[in-house]
């Protein structure tokens, strides 16, 4: 067993319910800005550069200033308030009577809208058998049950950090799930019948990838335009005559599906390139089910966890020897759907990578990791194609790994998707699907996709001319969601007879023509009551070695309004679970196969050098965070006290501020927040293997931070404002460091945060415990160390400069001293991979023995503030060779 | 006749590189009937640490290397033995331009040779209407689709200056039409753009141009460096024509095509990624010389 089979879905998902699962995810928007990301994550390292090189350049600095003792303080800041786990009773079916009038009363006011079917109600506006446990259970809830339910799902979201990137106006802003509390309901027999038709159509572009990327029958013979596949910027030539490696291209799709006026469904679009949303299908799961906990667990509700679980498997299995691994590739933070390319991770318990983690050795993709490179065999990426290599594929990409291509022709590597796939979401397609299915499979397609026209051909744009009223003209390559991109369609009524033919005429090759969508509408919540709203719904295919098999399930998009075309979540949509309901018990699942022999303990899999360095950091900016809300709130005491910012004592905290570019005369300053936004962006990198409470608590604390800036006062609020903000970083702390399993993630971690501690330490008493330092600026060094009572029960003198340095720099006993930070270093510098090899040891272990013996053998009379200094610029030097040796 | 080809490629860097993986397009292309390739030899130094050769979607060989970190110079030398053959004073068989769509349209494979692939904007060109319309003015009067390539050719050649420091290697067709200036990569490349605005297929060739004329004959321009020219489809029957328009003459004996593409990112001689963080110095030498012509070999 490799590493990914041995851990467990780190998030009890379907569990809870059946185990109350999961999580859902967004679904369209899978490809804007995707170097935006790079452009910040360049920032972070120039961040880190600059601080690495302030570090080593910073060889005589002035003094500074006592901290205090606040204890770290009692872990959990009960960041994960207590759920409510109340319990709704069902109505007993008493008396049927009140029941029935109830559910008149609650369906009163539902109109299903004019020639539209609707998933609850039927067209005489009679309520469908599916519906009624569920209509009726709602009819029971009073005003306040409906506003406390929907708020639980918004609780669980929001504790599980559920978010989507929104792009406009040219920034990029984390959103709150937009949940619809409702779901969809859909019979299981209605189901069973569409199952074959998806997976047929699975069969057929899997067969139409196939002749694209092999031998191009059909446009040769006439059955597709050459001009689709030449013209087209998703045809990536340099895939043409590469086999995949499994013998399949496609391995994970996901339809766009509708239902139509005759109650058919529909296929609208085509997602092959990298279909998002089968994990926000997971929280939708999750959420709803904590809204309608009763109704979940009695209504016999299709589980989600099979097929996640065979996919899962379906992935290892495609390695070709067991020491390789799967990997997921994301474009990183910045992508819309970031939060549920980290959440699968954590849900599969696959291995997250960005391109930069990847590198290609002798035709085999193998990824960094802090004991050197191991090979990956599988490759989920959740990357547009032409992104995955920037020597074959488009230059330009920041976000991809050179040799990718190479690595395929080579053989030795099975991409889910193959690249390329992204044209088998050309809209033109759907034009000719129909027709190419006979020739591809030797069928007619079961569900038919929406009629559209390609206005290359003259009988095509003949019939187009002919009836233009329900037409709506797009471009022909587009890959979008018919509603997504409006500003691309143009309906052809608003078109005279006469533009609208010389326009066809001119730019035919390039325009579509699609009938207008009707979407069947579904109950939403809108002011409380059930509205019809119109809905899509996402299914998600998944190729095992089974078969393709089809989540019983998916990811609804509700329409803001009764208009079909304001579906998409960018423009106010929002989503909803969809349950398929059985008539009789369902069969729980679970992620964790059953156990089917004696119990084996699996080493964990190697971290990559990325997620290292991203805890090495987050590490390093917690800490450095912790030091500056200490030294900000010794300043803001003692202004407080005397009253006057120009007492010498501030004064000699001011080189401390200086040396980490802060100007401390705002209560909060800005270079508080940015150090906090360094540590987001650093935990925002690593979701995957960060605790989502501790990603909870870190957010939080950020928000707090943020609100008191704008509201504090310096001096005595601001002091106050920042204890509080010192124990909520304590609760930060303790949900690291007491529930983090403690292998080489934790192990970065906490090198950066001990790194980081001896530092501030250094600095510290090199400023404040100086010969010429400013009277009361030892007593303000043993405040800062948090060691006021110790250093009270430890010396029976006043402070002086010897027993400052004896407690604060040489005991080992105080888990703030320097020689503390250093020795615990050396442990762990210890542990981590080669660092001593045939008994030599690394450079690192090396240099870190060599600052343990330099302040071993110090007295407080030669650790002068000259010695101080030097010994800071040998700590500083630890973190380049931390970096050298495996962060890189 | 027989050539003698040599380019050397050298790279100088401030400060040592990360590990890189480079695509080289550099060995002349076999082509049935036209040019024959006895020979090619290709040194990198220093030695990389991986190499492997396969053939690109349109034909060309293409050798990829894997440079290991540390690199502070890199030195690419091919040495080649080719032949080209003369394709003689063509008929002129191609068909007037409106009947070239209908050829066209017939044409239903889309292989390596197909027209289909050169007839839409590529990464590197983009439809230009100034560009557009200068090659409309050019071809008035053109009867067939030689004529026309001929035409727009020869007009872009009188129109531009060939000047080696006006233009970048990524500087569009659009901006060098503009400047009226540029080297052999921006000639074809606006020419290109010219062809395809009229429907007709036009490729990006980069290969290697005779140094030394023959005697009595002016020197090539272009020819210390790798060349540029232009492949057009003619029609069914004339099949693919290549055009100079830096010299204004079809390519004929004086030109040795490594391979063709949609724009030079097609065809560059070199790509690749490589981890720098200082800068570069290139140098780029190519000597075609014409062997006496003792032993013939076809």
Same mark, same amino acid.
């Given at each position: ?888 | ?49 991986? !190499? ?36 003689? !004073? ?8 409106? !009947? ?199």
């Amino acid at each position: 067993m490799s590493p990914e089979e041995r851990k467990l879905p780190a998030t009890p998902v379907e569990q809870a319910a059946d185990d109350a699962v999961a999580k859902a995810g967004p679904g369209p928007v899978e490809r804007t800005g995707l170097d935006k990301l790079k452009a910040q994550a360049n920032t972070a390292e120039a961040n880190k550069i600059a601080i690495r090189r302030n570090e080593v350049a910073q060889a005589a600095s002035p003094g500074s200033e006592p901290d205090l003792a606040a204890t770290q303080k009692a872990i959990a800041d009960k960041a994960l308030a207590e759920k409510i786990a109340e319990k709704v009773s069902v109505e007993p079916l008493a008396a049927e009577k009140i029941e029935a009038a109830k559910l008149a009363a609650a369906l009163k006011g539902y109109k299903p809208l004019p020639a539209t079917p609707d998933e609850m109600v039927d067209a005489t506006g009679k309520l469908r058998p599916l519906w009624r446990d569920f209509a009726s259970a709602f009819a029971g809830l009073t005003a306040d049950d409906i506003v406390r339910r929907t708020a639980r799902a918004e609780q669980y979201l929001r504790d599980s950090g559920v978010f989507y990137r929104q792009y406009g106006g040219g920034e990029s802003v984390e959103r709150p799930w937009p949940l619809s509390p409702v779901p969809v309901l859909i019979a299981e027999a209605d189901w069973a019948a569409l199952v074959p038709g998806l997976i047929q159509r699975a069969d057929v572009l899997e067969a139409l990838m196939a002749d694209l990327y092999g031998e191009n029958r059909l446009v040769e013979g006439g059955h597709l335009p050459p001009s689709l596949i030449t013209a087209n910027p998703e045809w990536l030539r340099p895939m043409v005559g590469i086999p995949p490696q499994s013998g399949h291209y496609l391995h994970f799709l996901a339809f766009e599906i509708g239902r139509g006026p005759d109650g058919q469904w529909w296929v609208l679009a085509d997602r092959t390139q990298a279909p998002s949303g089968a994990g926000y299908a997971l929280e939708n799961r999750v959420a709803t089910s904590r809204a309608f906990n009763e109704l979940y667990a009695q209504g016999h509700v299709h589980r989600l966890a099979g097929f996640f679980r065979d996919f899962r498997d379906a992935l290892l299995g495609m390695r070709q020897d067991r020491d390789a691994r799967a990997a997921i590739l994301t474009p990183g933070p910045l992508n819309e759907t970031y939060y549920e390319h980290a959440y699968i991770a954590r849900y599969l318990g696959i291995t997250l990578v960005q391109g930069e983690d990847l590198a290609v050795e002798n035709g085999r993709l193998m990824v960094r990791t802090v004991s050197g490179l191991k090979p990956v065999d599988v490759l989920w990426r959740r990357l547009d194609g032409s992104y995955a290599d920037p020597v074959e594929l488009n230059a330009a990409s920041r976000l991809g790994t050179p040799g990718m291509v190479s690595a395929l022709r080579a053989g030795g590597l099975t991409m889910v998707n193959a690249l390329g796939s992204g044209i088998l979401e050309t809209r033109a397609l759907m034009a000719f699907l129909p027709k190419l299915a006979p020739r591809l499979i030797g069928q007619s397609l079961k569900v038919p996709n929406i009629a559209t026209w390609w206005c290359g051909g003259s009988v095509e744009r003949k019939e187009v001319v002919s009836s233009p009223r329900r037409m709506l003209l797009s471009p022909a390559l587009a890959t979008g969601l018919p509603f997504d991109r409006q500003e691309e369609i143009i309906a052809a009524s608003t078109l005279s007879a006469k533009d609208l033919k010389s326009k066809l005429e001119a730019e035919g090759r390039g325009l579509v023509a699609q009938e207008a969508v009707t979407l069947s509408t579904t109950p939403a919540l809108v002011d409380g009551k059930l509205a019809p709203r119109p809905m899509t719904l996402r299914v998600f295919l998944a190729r095992t070695p089974g078969g393709w098999q089809v989540m019983p399930g998916g990811f609804a998009r509700i329409g803001a309004t009764p208009d079909p075309t304001a579906i998409a979540m960018q423009r106010g949509g929002t989503a909803a679970d969809v349950w398929i309901v059985s008539s009789k018990e369902v069969e729980a699942v679970s992620m964790v196969p059953a156990s089917t022999g004696p119990f084996r303990r699996m080493g964990p899999g190697a971290l990559p050098s990325r997620a290292a360095d991203n805890l090495f950091w987050l590490g390093r900016y917690i800490e450095r965070t912790e030091g500056l809300v200490r030294l900000l709130r010794a300043r803001n005491v003692r202004l407080a006290e005397t009253g006057a910012a120009s007492a010498p004592i501030l004064a000699a905290l001011q080189p401390l501020f200086k040396s980490r570019g802060i100007d401390p005369v705002p209560g909060i300053p800005p270079g508080l927040l940015e150090t906090l936004s360094a540590a987001i962006s650093s935990a925002g990198q690593v979701r995957d293997r960060f605790s989502p409470d501790a990603w909870q608590a870190l957010v939080d604390i950020n928000k707090t931070a943020r609100r008191m800036a704008l509201q504090v006062s310096a001096g005595d609020d601001a002091a106050r404002a920042l204890s509080a903000l010192l124990r909520k970083l304590a609760g930060i702390t303790g949900l690291v460091h007491e529930n983090m399993y403690r292998f080489m993630g934790w192990r970065f971690l906490t090198i950066g945060r001990l790194h980081e501690r001896a530092m501030g330490m250094i600095e510290t008493l090199a400023v404040l415990a100086d010969e010429k330092a400013a009277p009361g600026a030892l007593d303000m060094a043993i405040e800062l160390g948090d060691s006021v009572l110790t250093h009270r029960r430890r010396f029976t003198v006043a402070t002086s400069r010897d027993t400052v340095i004896d407690l604060l720099a040489l005991d080992p006993m105080n888990p703030r001293s320097i020689r503390h930070q250093i020795e615990a270093l050396d442990e762990q510098v210890r542990m981590l991979p080669d660092a001593a090899e045939n008994g030599v040891l690394s450079p690192l272990a090396r240099a870190m023995l060599r600052c343990l013996t330099d302040l071993a053998t110090q007295e407080p009379e030669t650790l002068t503030t000259t010695a101080l200094w030097a010994f800071r610029g040998q700590v500083a030097d630890l973190s380049n060779l931390v970096t050298e040796a495996y962060l890189r | 006749m027989h050539y003698d080809l040599c380019l050397v490629i050298r790279y100088d860097f401030d400060r040592p590189t990360g590990a890189g993986r480079q695509l080289l397009r550099i060995q002349p292309a076999d082509m049935a009937g036209q040019q024959s390739l006895l020979s090619c030899d290709i040194t990198i130094t220093p030695e990389p640490s991986e !190499r492997r050769e396969f053939t690109d979607f349109f034909g060309t060989k293409v050798l990829e290397v894997v440079m290991a970190p540390g690199l502070t110079k890199c030195e690419i030398a091919m040495t080649a033995k080719v032949v080209r053959l003369s394709l003689g !004073r063509e008929l002129d068989i191609s068909p007037p331009l409106d !009947r070239l769509v209908e050829e066209l349209e017939e044409i239903t494979q889309i292989g390596a040779t197909s027209p289909h692939h050169f007839l839409t904007a590529s990464p590197r060109i983009a439809h230009d209407p100034a560009i557009a319309a200068f090659a409309l003015a050019a071809v008035a009067g053109a009867e067939t689709t030689r004529a026309a390539i001929a035409a727009v050719g020869n007009a872009l050649h009188k129109y531009m200056t060939f000047d080696g420091d006006a233009t970048e290697v990524d500087t569009p067709p659009a901006e060098a039409f503009k400047l009226k200036r540029g080297v052999c990569q921006d000639f074809a490349q606006i020419m290109i753009a010219g062809l395809r605005s009229l429907g007709i297929p036009a490729a990006y060739v980069g290969g290697f141009l005779r140094t030394l004329p023959p005697p009595g004959k002016p020197r090539l321009e272009g020819a210390d460096a790798m060349h540029a020219w232009v492949r057009v489809w003619a029609g069914a029957e004339a099949g693919w024509i290549d055009h100079d328009p830096t010299n204004a003459v079809f390519a004929d004996t004086d030109h040795i095509a490594v391979g063709h593409g949609r724009d030079y990112g097609d065809v560059a001689p070199v790509t690749g990624a490589l981890r720098m963080d200082g800068g570069q110095k290139g140098s780029h030498a190519v000597d075609l010389i014409e062997r006496p012509a003792v032993k013939r070999q076809s």
